[in-house]
C-alpha cells in the first residue's frame, strides 16, 4: 500500500495524529499520506521521521504543523495557522497560500516555502545545526519583525504576488531585531530604518545570488512559476540583511571592572 486517505472532517487533532501514526505503523511501505477536510487540526506531522513521506494536507492545517519533523515532505493546498515548521530538524514543508504569525519558529533544518505572506515573527530563532542550514522562502511579504533573533540559516523574500508580478516596495519593520547569525535576502531595496537593533544592509555579492538561487529555482519549481518569472527573481535587486556583530548585545552582559 502505497497511498492512504483520510478524511478529517470533524476529528480531533490528537484523533488525527494518532490515526496518521497508527497508518504509518501498520503499513511501513506507505509513500503518500492525503488529509481531507482539515480545519484547524494541531502538530500534524510533529516529529515523523520517514524521508519517502508525503503528507498532502486538503484545508487550513492548525498551528506547528512539521514540529520536530526529521525527513517526510508536507504540501498544503490552502494556508497555514501559526509556527508551521516549528523546531523542523530536515524536510519540506510547502504551502500554497499563507502562513500565520512565527512560521519556521526555531528551525534548524530543512526547507519552508510559503507562496502568500507570511505573519509576524517569522524566523525567530532560527539557527543552523551542524552542517543543516534551515531555509524559509516567502512569496509574499512578511509581518514586522522578520527574522528576530535568528541564529543561522537563510530567509529569502520574492516580494511578488500570486501571479508572480511584484508587490512595490517592502513592507514591514524591524527587521531581524537581536540578529546573529545568518541572513535575510529581501528582493527590493530597504530603507534602514525598517531594521530592527543588531541588523545591518551588507553587499550583496555574486556568492550571495549563488547562495540563494537554488532555493528561488526550487519555489519556482514547486509554484509552477515560468521562465521569466524565475529569471526576473534571480536578476533583481536584492538586498541582504545580515547581523552587525555575533554578539550584538554582548556588552550588556560584560561587568564594568572599572
Not at 500554497?96 to 507562496?115: E, I, L, N, P, Q
Not at 546573529?180 to 543588531?198: E, F, K, S
Amino acid at each position: 500500500m502505497e497511498e492512504v486517505v483520510i478524511d478529517a472532517k470533524d476529528m480531533h487533532y490528537k484523533e488525527l495524529n494518532e490515526k496518521i501514526h497508527e497508518v504509518l505503523r501498520k503499513n511501513p511501505d506507505v509513500k503518500k499520506i492525503i488529509l481531507k477536510n482539515v480545519l484547524g487540526q494541531r502538530f500534524i506531522g510533529t516529529g515523523l521521521q520517514k524521508k519517502d513521506l508525503t503528507i498532502e494536507i486538503y484545508g487550513i492545517p492548525g498551528g506547528d504543523l512539521g514540529m520536530f519533523m526529521n525527513g517526510p515532505t508536507i504540501i498544503v493546498h490552502g494556508n497555514a495557522e501559526f509556527a508551521p515548521g516549528n523546531t523542523m530538524d530536515d524536510g519540506t514543508i510547502v504551502i500554497y497560500g499563507s502562513s500565520g504569525d512565527v512560521t519556521a519558529h526555531s528551525m534548524r533544518g530543512g526547507k519552508v516555502f510559503v507562496r502568500g505572506d507570511v505573519g509576524y515573527r517569522s524566523g525567530i530563532h532560527m539557527k543552523a545545526y551542524k552542517d543543516k542550514i534551515p531555509v524559509l522562502v516567502i512569496g509574499g511579504r512578511a509581518k514586522d519583525f522578520l527574522g528576530e533573533y535568528m541564529a543561522g540559516g537563510i530567509i529569502i523574500v520574492l516580494n511578488i504576488d500570486e501571479k508572480g508580478n511584484d508587490l512595490g516596495k517592502v513592507k514591514g519593520r524591524m527587521i531581524g531585531t537581536g540578529i546573529h547569525g545568518g541572513a535575510i535576502y529581501i528582493r527590493g531595496d530597504v530603507d534602514r530604518d525598517q531594521l530592527g537593533v543588531a541588523a545591518d544592509i551588507k553587499e550583496f555579492t555574486k556568492e550571495d545570488l549563488e547562495k540563494i538561487k537554488p532555493y528561488i529555482e526550487e519555489f519556482c519549481k514547486w509554484f509552477n512559476l515560468s521562465e521569466d518569472v524565475k529569471n526576473r527573481l534571480l536578476n533583481s535587486k536584492w538586498t541582504k540583511i545580515a547581523p552587525i556583530s555575533k554578539r550584538p548585545f554582548g556588552k550588556l552582559y560584560t561587568p564594568d571592572l572599572m
